[in-house]
C-alpha cells in the first residue's frame, strides 16, 4: 500500500481539492483528512455517517479552590502562563497538560483530568473508505490525533486491500504536519505561484529533505504568474522534486465545491483535466 | 487597541488584510506576524530588520554521573520524551515541550536544563509601521512559546494588528490570546463556511469579540452571510474577487498597492470596532 501525502505549507493552495480528486481516481483506495483543526475533505466526498469515537488527548489541571492554600507553588512551576494568582485558578487553553504544578502542589489541590479533546470515525464515501476527525475548536494535541487517525485509515486499507492511502493535510510544517508524515510514500506539495506561496514551499521542502520523504510539486492556478511559476518550480528542481505539473486558475473549482463533489467528477474543466494529469503521473512515479 | 486577524481555514487573506490595514493605520501601529511556521508578512511589508535574536526553549541536560537510572523522570514526562532503557534514560528531544517538570522531579538533581534553538525573532520598521515577526525552526514541533514571544516583542504601539496562524488549535489561540477583538476573514464557500464556524466556535470559548471580513465575496454562495446572519455575526467588509489584487498579491504587492480605494473602507472598519478610534 502506498500513502500519499497532500501539503502545501501556506494554508488554502488547493490541498483539499487535490485530495478530492486523486481519492476519486485512486479507484477503492483509503482517504484520511489529516487536517483535523479545519477538516473540509468530508464536504466533498460525504461520507456516510458512523459513530464517532472519543479522543482523549491528554489531561488538563484545575485548582480546587477549597484545598488551595495560595502558597503560589503552581504558578512558579507552571511554564505557560495557565496559572492567575489570587484566587488562583488555571486557564484551561492555556494549560499543557504537563502536570508540573499537579504534583507540586504541597496541599493536593490540583486535579489532573483526562479531557475529551476530540473525536474520529471511518466510514465510507463513494470512493472507498473514509477516515476523518474532529479536534474540539480550541483543543491541542493535533499531533497525536493525526498519529490516532493514521493508524485507524491504515488499519481500514490493511483490512480492506487498499492499494493507495490518501492523506489530506494540515497546513504550516508543526506538529500536525509532523505526525502526518510518519510511513508516507510520497508527498505533493500544492504551491500557488507567489512570492509568499514559494516562500511557504520553501520551508516545508526543507522540512521533508530534513525528513528524507521525496516530495512532488503541483503548482495550483499557475497562469495568475508565470514568472513566479518559473521560480517554483526551478526551487522544487533545486530540492530533487519531481514535478507533477500546472493547474490552470479556473471558475471550475469553485463551481465543483459549491456542488459539493470532487472537481471534475460532475463537469469537466480545464482545473480539473490538469490535476487528473498531475495524478497519472504521481501513480507512474510510485509504481516505478 | 489589540486586533488579531484570524480565519480558520488556512489562504483566505488573512495576511493580506492585517498588512492593509496595518498600513493603512500608519504612524503608531505596529504589525506582528505570528503565524512562525509560514510568516509572510514581512514579504509585503518589507520592514528595515533592527533587532534579530535566537528563540530558544529550556530542554533537558542528564549528567550520566548522577544518574542512577530511578526512572522518576520518564514517569513524570506526559510528553514520552524520557525513556528508560536498559537502567539508563534517554531523551527524544522533539516530543519535549520544555515543561521542566523531569528537573524538579530527579530526586539526584542529575536534570539541569539547557537552551535549545527554536527560532527567532526579529524587530524592524516599515517607515512609521512597527514591525515583529517569529520564524520557527524548521522541525519544530510547537510554535507556541514563539508566537508568546512575539507578542512581548510589541512595543507600547496604540494599535497592535496580530496575523494569527490558520486553524483552531493551541497556535492559533495563543495568537489570538489577549487581543481586544477578532477580525476573522473567510470566503463564501462550503470549505470557509465549515471553517468559519470552527473559528467562531474557538472565539466564543475563549470570549473574545469577533466579527467578519469576506474575502473574494463574489465567488461563492450565500449561505455564510446567512448563517451570520441567524448567528448575528457582523459582516464589516466583503472584498470581492478581483485579478488584479491577486496578481499584485502574488508579486509580494498589498492590496492598497492594487486598489488603493481600500485605504479608507479598511480605516472606517478599524475606526467602527470597539476601542478602534483614532
Redesign the interface.
Known sequence: MKQVLIL??????GK?TVAGVFSRLAAACVTADCDV????LH??LSPELSERKKYYG??KAAIDAAKCVSCGRCRE?C???AVSAEPYTIDP??C?????CA??CPAGAVTFKEILSGTWMVSSSRFGVFAGAR?E????N??KLVATLKTEAGKAAEAAGAKYLILDG??????PV?ASLGGVSAVVIVA??????R??FI?LA??LK??GLKGFLLVNKYD??LE?TGRLEAAAAGFGFGLLGRVAFD?GV?KA??A?RTLGEAAACPAAGDVEAAWSRLRAELEK | MRLAVASGKGGTGKTSLACALARALGPGAALLDCDVEEPDCALFIKPRIEHEAEFTVPVPAIDAAKCDGCGRCAETCVYNAIKIFTGKPFLFGHMCHSCGGCALACPRKAISEVQRISGKVRHGRAGDLYFADGLMSVGEASPVRLIKAVKRAAPPARHVIIDCPPGTSCPMIAAVAGANFCLLVSEPTPFGLCDLKLAVETLEKISVPHALVINRSDLGDGEMEAWCSSKGIKILLKIPFDREIAAAYSRGETLLDARPEYREKLLALFSALPGGAA
Open positions: 502545501s505549507g501556506k494554508g488554502g493552495t483539499t483543526d479545519a477538516a473540509d464536504i466533498i491528554g489531561k512551576v511554564r505557560f502562563e487553553h492555556s499543557d497538560g504537563c502536570g508540573v504534583w507540586n479536534l475548536p480550541a483543543e491541542e493535533s499531533g494540515s497546513p504550516g510544517i508543526g506538529c509532523l500557488e505561484p507567489t512570492v509568499s506561496g516562500h511557504d520551508r526543507e522540512l530534513q525528513q495568475l504568474n513566479e471558475a469553485i465545491l459549491l459539493r
